[in-house]
């Protein structure tokens, strides 16, 4: 047999040219003929040709960018392979010819399977009693990674990968479809953005950026040579090693058959060869925890970006698939955060409180009217590292058991898995624009008691904080007193349940398995407790709740993002349930109370921080009397504490803006914060909505029409 393949494959090759049967000719050139028996059963034209339709439109794999608020600032990456594509006439000719030189010197004579390629492997395999040589062209290896990046199923990367004689069969039929329908040109371009060049770097951009710290088109001939040389085998040919001998060697194995092809001359050949490899390496950031340390607290907006982008559908149909799309889409992502509001946020919780505080103190700040989320900040590190974090707090939690503080990833703001913090009276607001909603007037009175009994809510008798609150009361008196009593007897009126289900409808939900069976159905009219918040809910939740009544009742679905682009440059489009296309980034609003409702509820608002309404009196005193003064123009919110002052809040908002804090323990919620540290969430909140909007000229809240004043 050893004395014959060189007649048999001249026989042969021009079959091949033929196009008889070509790939189960080649096939049997190139593998033994026994492991070929059969094979021409198995391929079917039909699939073939689809697979092939489908190569010519399919892009590998690509990063996703996240960038800052102005579009250019790149805060980190999202990938599982670091790949951005790049078109040929971006990468220069050095690295154009060294790949052809070292994969296929003949690629530009054949047209997706060489002949003599085949008949040279055909004699090594006969030689070596197996396969040495497999006689894949640089369009055959297109069609292997295309295979393998396309592939949606294990079995298809299988299929792909094995070394078997049908899938050799499979690529070279469609290698030779392929350069019918794309140039040489088209093929290489495709190829350099696949290739796999060992440290996570998929494609030529990324090896440029992470060997040589440039980009494909400033690659010199030596560094052209060295990357082409890695393909072959990323590990073996690795020049990052201490020992660069295996390494060099292959480049000048690459550079001397560049020489050959004309490429260069061959005294610049030798001189390069006289020289080291010289690299520069980089390591592209990956994911949140990647974040610049100039931007660490935008980490847990970056965290929340993840969060949104699996639960939206325009992504996929399941979790898996949303976040497969992020890191291999190439989408390009700009955040929504305002760096002025950030910054008045991080000023205002992060450097006042320690970060080695078991209580967390957090902010968020929504964009009424679009729901855009402009800041995220919280007395905390964003980190991975939670080696010097101390024992938790948490006495069930176990020895072990890492404290949430000074560094943690966990999505203490929301957005997230974790239920959040009882947030206390600022659930009122929800029962008062449901019952303002449904027609009560702002002037709907009531002699709240110290202690009222509720026979609607099975007796359950709740009190006020203080004696003082005791005595007549409209919306506007016992909103900015905080008197339990009045609201537990307006709940009685409208119904508990419309107060459960409008904050629904603003965007709470419920994460608790106590929440959960309260707020369903069957149990949420007798919810009595649902006004004076003991449901656990985030500062994302409330922010946006709140913003939906300063923008007139407008509801708008909490968006971290103010744009997502394609990687074709094409903003991202999904479509809706009533079949209208939308771009992904654009604000989703609906109106959810109507516009004379939401202004009554913000004209009772403006009484618990020390600011006048417009129609009402506020009763001479309030829980926030500071905050009017503080922001310096018109503003409404609501405090909030529970049992014990286990946590703390404030919600608040202009025309401009809403925002919420709260303190918290994340860890235990039975540590108090005490009664001390409950002004902290007061100062969060009016100290960045003050230093958020300076230089901005005040806008006036629009005052509650007649109607609904009573």
Same mark, same amino acid.
């Given at each position: 047999m050893s004395n014959r393949p060189l007649a048999s494959a001249g026989r042969l090759v021009p079959l091949l040219r033929a196009g008889l049967i070509a790939g189960i000719v080649v096939a049997a050139l190139a593998y033994p003929v026994a492991a070929a028996t059969g094979i021409g059963a198995k391929v079917t034209a039909h699939a073939l040709e689809h697979k092939t339709k489908i190569l010519t439109t399919a892009l590998p794999a690509e990063t996703s960018y996240l960038y800052a608020p102005d579009g250019k600032t790149v805060l980190t990456m999202f990938y599982e392979e670091y790949r951005q594509y790049t078109k040929i006439a971006d990468i220069s000719p050095n690295m154009q010819q060294a790949i052809v030189a070292a994969e296929d010197n003949r690629f530009y004579q054949h047209r997706g399977v060489d002949p003599k390629g085949v008949a040279r492997a055909f004699v090594a395999n006969a030689q070596a009693s197996g396969v040495s040589q497999g006689a894949s062209t640089l369009t055959m290896q297109y069609v292997r990674m295309a295979l393998r990046d396309s592939a949606t199923t294990p079995k298809e990367v299988q299929e792909a990968t094995q070394q078997t004689s049908l899938r050799k069969v499979r690529e070279m039929r469609m290698a030779l479809d392929l350069e019918k329908e794309l140039s040489k040109e088209q093929i290489l371009e495709r190829y350099l953005n696949s290739a796999y060049f060992g440290h996570r770097a998929y494609g030529i951009y990324a090896a440029s950026e992470i060997f040589f710290s440039k980009t494909p088109k400033d690659l010199t001939p030596i560094e052209a040579a060295t990357l082409a040389g890695l393909v072959k085998s990323p590990s073996e040919y690795d020049p990052a090693t201490s020992d660069q001998k295996d390494a060099t060697g292959r480049r000048n194995y690459v550079l001397d058959r560049m020489a050959q092809l004309g490429y260069l001359s061959p005294d610049a050949v030798a001189k390069a060869k006289t020289e080291r490899i010289k690299l520069t390496l980089s390591y592209p950031s990956n994911d949140c925890a990647a974040v610049p340390d100039k931007w660490n607290s935008w980490g847990f907006a970056c965290d929340y970006v993840k969060n949104w982008w699996s639960a939206q559908p325009a992504f996929g149909e399941n979790r898996l698939e949303r976040m497969d799309k992020l890191r291999r889409g190439g989408y390009r992502i700009v955040l929504s955060l305002d760096p002025k509001v950030q910054e008045a946020a991080e000023k205002n919780v992060g450097s006042k409180e320690s970060t080695g505080s078991p209580f967390a103190n957090g902010i968020v700040v929504s964009e009424p009217g679009t729901g855009r989320v402009k800041a995220m900040a919280v007395n905390r590190t964003y980190s991975l590292d939670l080696s010097q974090n101390g024992q938790s707090s948490n006495p069930e939690a176990g020895p072990n058991v890492k404290a949430n #503080? !000074?560094?943690?990833?966990?999505? @203490?703001?929301?957005?997230?898995?974790?239920?959040?913090?009882?947030?206390?009276?600022?659930?009122?607001?929800?029962?008062?624009?449901?019952?303002?909603?449904?027609?009560?007037? @702002?002037?709907?009175?009531?002699?709240?008691?110290?202690?009222?009994?509720?026979?609607?809510?099975?007796?359950? $008798?709740?009190?006020?904080?203080?004696?003082?609150?005791?005595?007549?009361?409209?919306?506007?008196?016992?909103?900015?007193?905080?008197?339990?009593?009045?609201?537990?007897? @307006?709940?009685?009126?409208?119904?508990?349940?419309?107060?459960?289900?409008?904050?629904?409808?603003?965007?709470?939900?419920?994460?608790?398995?106590?929440?959960?069976?309260?707020? %369903?159905?069957?149990?949420?009219?007798?919810?009595?407790? *649902?006004?004076?918040?003991?449901?656990?809910?985030?500062?994302?939740?409330?922010?946006?709740? #709140?913003?939906?009544?300063?923008?007139?009742?407008?509801?708008?679905?909490?968006?971290?993002?103010?744009?997502? #682009?394609?990687?074709?440059?094409?903003?991202?489009?999904?479509?809706?349930?009533?079949?209208?296309?939308?771009?992904?980034?654009? !604000?989703?609003?609906?109106?959810?109370?109507?516009?004379?409702?939401?202004?009554?509820?913000?004209?009772?608002?403006?009484?618990?921080?020390?600011?006048?309404? $417009?129609?009402?009196?506020?009763?001479?005193?309030?829980? +926030?009397?500071?905050?009017?003064?503080?922001?310096?123009?018109?503003?409404?919110?609501?405090?909030?504490?529970?049992?014990?002052?286990?946590?703390?809040?404030?919600?608040?908002?202009?025309?401009?803006?809403?925002?919420?804090?709260?303190? %918290?323990? !994340?860890?235990?919620? *039975?540590?108090?914060?005490?009664?001390?540290? %409950?002004?902290?969430?007061?100062?969060?909140?009016?100290?960045? @909505?003050?230093? +958020?909007?300076?230089?901005?000229?005040?806008?006036? *809240?629009?005052?509650? %029409?007649?109607?609904?004043?009573?």
């Open positions: #503080y !000074p560094n943690t990833v966990a999505p @203490l703001l929301g957005g997230g898995t974790l239920p959040g913090y009882q947030a206390g009276s600022t659930f009122k607001m929800f029962p008062m624009l449901a019952a303002l909603d449904a027609g009560m007037p @702002l002037s709907t009175e009531f002699d709240a008691p110290y202690r009222y009994r509720s026979e609607v809510f099975d007796g359950w $008798a709740p009190s006020n904080a203080s004696g003082a609150m005791t005595g007549r009361q409209t919306m506007w008196s016992a909103f900015g007193k905080s008197v339990n009593t009045y609201w537990v007897w @307006l709940e009685e009126r409208i119904g508990a349940d419309r107060g459960v289900r409008l904050a629904e409808q603003l965007g709470l939900r419920w994460r608790t398995d106590v929440d959960r069976e309260q707020a %369903s159905p069957a149990k949420a009219k007798k919810w009595g407790s *649902f006004t004076l918040g003991v449901s656990d809910a985030t500062p994302l939740e409330m922010a946006n709740a #709140y913003a939906a009544i300063a923008a007139d009742g407008r509801y708008c679905e909490a968006i971290p993002v103010q744009a997502i #682009y394609n990687r074709d440059g094409t903003p991202t489009m999904y479509r809706t349930a009533s079949g209208i296309e939308r771009e992904v980034a654009k !604000p989703r609003c609906r109106q959810v109370v109507n516009a004379d409702a939401a202004r009554a509820a913000t004209d009772a608002a403006r009484c618990p921080t020390g600011d006048t309404p $417009a129609r009402g009196s506020c009763g001479g005193w309030s829980t +926030a009397d500071s905050v009017r003064g503080t922001v310096g123009r018109p503003v409404a919110g609501k405090t909030g504490t529970t049992d014990s002052t286990r946590s703390a809040w404030f919600v608040g908002y202009t025309p401009e803006l809403a925002a919420a804090s709260f303190i %918290s323990d !994340p860890d235990n919620p *039975f540590n108090a914060v005490g009664d001390g540290q %409950s002004q902290i969430p007061i100062r969060a909140v009016s100290e960045t @909505l003050r230093d +958020a909007l300076k230089g901005t000229p005040p806008r006036q *809240f629009t005052p509650p %029409s007649d109607t609904m004043v009573g």
